[in-house]
């Protein structure tokens, strides 16, 4: 095992997160503008928009955060991850 960087897991795995967060990326600045326009929408609604997002990234972060360091990153990244790239 080589440094972290020169792993070819780590570059899947950081490849994937960061095209996964090109999508909320892209959406958050342009969303409440399109439901002002579209739906004429308030500023709650506008908010309250990302809530689901938030809670599931909050959640996400202080369950696999502490899960990962316990049984190892290899172990955790393969159990909480469903897609095929971070299976190796």
Not at 45 to 73: C, D, E, W
Request: hydrophobic share 40%.
């Amino acid at each position: 095992m080589g440094p972290v960087t020169q792993q070819y897991g780590v570059w899947c795995v950081s490849g994937a997160i960061t095209f996964a967060n090109m999508g909320i990326a892209m959406l958050e600045p342009s969303l409440p503008i399109w439901m002002m326009d579209t739906m004429h929408a308030g500023r709650w609604k506008q908010g309250v928009t990302f809530l689901p997002a938030s809670v599931s990234y909050l959640i996400g972060t202080n369950l696999f955060g502490p899960l990962g360091h316990r049984m190892g990153r290899y172990c955790c990244s393969g159990h909480s991850n469903p897609t095929p790239v971070a299976k190796f």
